[in-house]
């Protein structure tokens, strides 16, 4: 894993590139500094882009966000989510884990993801004994995002019916602004651990990939994915069997000792080892997602 200040180093060998949204574009409420220009070098050098996401929406559902924050069309080809290829699998129902599930579905998540599911065949019930399996899309702001306390009592029900969950983003957290929130996948990793079954649909799970890299539409071998999470971004990008960039100041900036407010670097040794003992070898890092 090589260190570059920015991707103006790494472009000539690469014609698309697969970024991360969230600890990568932006934190949830702005862009990070550098991304916007680096968004426009890019496009400016002709390279394709596609927005890779865990956020359990659909594609139509993210879009106005981002362009809220600046982050306008013009700057990337496609989006993809974890949201969107729930969807599509949900409807399809190709293949055989999603084939076998029922009709009746419980959602755990909030009220804005409601559209992975709108317009499909499904009965939403609210009672576990009712149902065929659920659906996970992480927290509700309303019940609290910073750990799984509230969750429990309906997990532990849904446990004892033996639902089968998906799980529509794998993440464990998030940085909001300067806040760690949960994600879904901190509610799945508690299901699974007592002994449930768990559909993970996103990164670094490689349906997911598949779409992103349909939607690119560039050799592998000429494809770059940039990410801030090892076990989501950096693995994914190895199953897919791409080249993968860890920028080291989004989620794991403090771990290695990062800081935006300071304009502190992460430590490269650091980062190094911990790819290791992670047991990936991305070809790069960079700091941050920056010319």
């Not at 927005?51 to 879009?63: C, F, H």
């Not at 659920?134 to 639902?163: H, K, S």
């Not at 007592?194 to 071998?221: C, F, M, N, Q, T």
């Not at 993968?244 to 900036?253: A, N």
């Amino acid at each position: 894993m090589k260190w570059h200040d920015g991707l103006s180093t790494l472009n000539a060998d690469y014609d698309g590139y697969i970024l991360d949204l969230w600890g990568v574009v932006h934190n949830g409420v702005q862009p990070y500094p550098g991304v916007l220009e680096c968004l426009q070098r890019l496009r400016a050098a002709g390279r394709r882009v596609v927005l890779l996401s865990n956020a359990p929406r659909r594609t139509a559902t993210v879009e106005p966000n981002l362009r809220r924050m600046g982050v306008s069309a013009d700057l990337y080809d496609a989006i993809m989510t974890s949201g969107e290829c729930t969807h599509r699998m949900l409807a399809s129902r190709d293949d055989p884990w999603f084939a076998a599930l029922g009709r009746r579905m419980i959602h755990l998540g909030p009220e804005k993801d409601v559209d992975v599911y709108a317009g499909l065949d499904l009965d939403v019930v609210t009672d576990p004994a009712q149902a065929d399996f659920v659906l996970n899309t992480g927290p509700d702001a309303e019940l609290g995002e910073e750990d799984i306390a509230p969750y429990l009592p309906l997990l532990q029900r849904c446990a004892a019916q033996e639902l089968p969950m998906i799980c529509a983003n794998p993440d464990q957290q998030v940085i909001r602004g300067t806040q760690r929130l949960i994600c879904a996948g901190a509610m799945a990793s508690w299901y699974a651990e007592h002994g449930r079954d768990v559909r993970w649909i996103g990164k670094p799970y490689p349906e997911v990939y598949g779409l992103a890299l349909s939607l690119l539409d560039v050799p592998r071998d000429r494809v770059l994915a940039l990410g801030d999470a090892l076990a989501t971004d950096m693995r994914g990008a190895a199953t897919a069997g791409i080249d993968g960039c860890w920028v080291l100041g989004g989620i794991h900036q403090e771990m290695l000792g990062g800081s935006w407010k300071q304009g502190r670097n992460p430590d490269y040794d650091l980062a190094l080892a911990e790819a290791s003992a992670a047991g990936l070898a991305p070809v790069a890092c960079v700091p941050s997602l920056r010319w």
